[in-house]
Structure formats: C-alpha cells, structure tokens
C-alpha cells in the first residue's frame, strides 16, 4: 500500500526559515516531488529527489534519505507569497505519482 | 512552452449525467494522469495512462472510467454523475521513466453536480 504524511498546517514569519517533512511507506519507490499549490491554482514544481541527499535550488531545498522513507523541503528567506500549499509525492515503479495530503503554510508579516 | 489544457474550468451538471473531461498535453509525454483534489484530502489518484489504449487504476477509480485513444488526450468520463463527484479534477502529463523530470499540470476543472 501506499502512505505518504505530511503536516496539515504550519506557520511560520516573514524572513524566517521553515522545514516541511514528509514520510512514506509505498510498495516501491523511484523518486519524491515537491510541488507547491496557491489557492486555487494547479500545482507548479519545486523539486525531485531520487537519491540520498540534498538539492538546492535558491530559497528552496530538498533533502531525501530512502533508507529512513523521510524527505523534507527547507524554505528560507520567508516571503509571503511563499503562503501556500506544500504537496509531497512519490513516484512509484510503476511511474504512478502518488500525492500526501499536503501542507499549508501560513507565513506572518 | 508546456502546456496541458484542460476543456473546462467550470462545470455544472446534474445528478445521473454523463460528463466528459477533457485533457490534452501538446509535450508528447507517454504518461498522463487523473487526479481528483478535496479539502483536507488532498490529490487523489482516479486513472493513470502510460500509453495509448493503456490505463491502470489509481486509489479511487470507483464511478469513473478512462478513454486514451491518441497520445495526447486523456479523458476521464463520469458514466453516471452523483453529488459525491463534486471537486477539482486535474490531469497532468509526464515524460515516461526519465528520472528528474516533472509532471506538467493542467490548470483544473471543478465540477458541481447538483
């Protein structure tokens, strides 16, 4: 089976540093994605991760250790339009990309 | 520039129609997906396609069939429409096994069914 848990919600300030984690359990594995979501939006991507360790990109980071079946996505230098959904996914064998319910992060001024 | 279209933004219809979605990806990706999205639910998997005249259920293929008859167009087809189907369906399409690459989203479709 597949199980894939993030956070619900997360708040966090203006300027300031966040870490999303995501753990998961699937029958098998060939990569993770972060994708980020606006209200009403389509999800855009942030990253993928397929071997241990981690990426940078800008603000934004993600790190992956498959032994463990943990990722988490670091965000620095908080804007507000970083407010957003934060989804987690798992690519399987089978090329199926199975999502976690996502994380809403609420950033203060 | 990628792009997934999807036929509709908003639909309303009623209890017991027959509704068609329509996805077209213009990347020439084997792989297309049918998500449907829900408050505190999260992306949920309805059909996935990696070829032509191929499909493999997802979590919650329950009320809803899939038609791939040429590359580029994925249907997802609600034989017999019930209020339960009221959300946010979205396709996305994906290069097939190539490692790094991201799946493409269309820009959603949300369905009322009254």
């Known amino acids: 089976g597949q199980n894939i848990d993030q956070p619900t919600e997360m708040t966090a300030t203006e300027g300031a540093i966040v870490q999303i984690n995501c753990t998961y359990q699937?029958?098998?594995?060939?990569?993770l994605f972060w994708y980020q979501q606006h209200a009403g939006e389509a999800p855009t991507f942030l990253s993928y991760n397929v071997l241990d360790g981690l990426e940078e990109k800008g603000r934004f980071s993600s790190f992956l250790s498959r032994s463990k079946g943990y990722s988490y996505l670091l965000l620095k230098e908080l804007q507000m339009k970083d407010s957003a959904s934060y989804l987690c996914?798992?690519?399987?064998?089978?090329?199926?990309?199975?999502f976690g319910k996502g994380t809403r992060l609420h950033i203060l001024p | 520039d990628v792009k997934v279209t999807q036929s509709s933004r908003y639909l309303v219809k009623r209890t017991g129609e027959k509704v068609f979605l329509e996805c077209v990806q213009d990347m020439d990706h084997e792989n297309m997906f049918w998500y449907r999205q829900d408050p505190g639910l999260g992306l949920r998997l309805i059909y996935f396609s990696y070829d032509v005249k191929m499909k493999e259920k997802g979590d919650i293929p329950e009320g809803y069939s899939v038609s791939r008859e040429k590359k580029e167009r994925f249907s997802l087809i609600l034989e017999s429409a019930s209020t339960n189907q009221t959300s946010m369906y979205l396709c996305a399409s994906r290069l097939q096994g190539a490692s790094g690459t991201e799946a493409f989203f269309g820009q959603g479709t949300r369905l009322t069914v009254v």
């Open positions: 699937t029958s098998g594995f060939n990569g």
């Open positions: 996914a798992v690519r399987d064998m089978d090329d199926k990309i199975i």
